[in-house]
């Protein structure tokens, strides 16, 4: 898997769990925190992150979005 980058602005949402969780479970995976990734209409909306630079994985709550990278890692 690419760089996983997460938007900063976005941890409200959840997302600082899941980077959290990622970093402990998958230290081999490159992971980075961003001020903005430039996907504020889905940002301000949903639990997002950014793999590799342009693809966008969205998920209602911290735990989906989880779950969509466990799937996306096998």
Sequence with gaps: MKKIKYCCRNF?????????TMKKMF?????K?????GECKLCS???MVMIGKSKVVCASS???LYDELLDLIG
Excluded: E
């Design 12 to 20: 409200k949402h959840g997302s600082k769990s899941v980077y959290k």
């Design 27 to 31: 230290p081999d995976i490159k992971q």
């Design 33 to 37: 925190k961003k001020d903005c990734l």
């Design 45 to 47: 909306k949903t639990c």
């Design 62 to 64: 911290a735990d989906k």
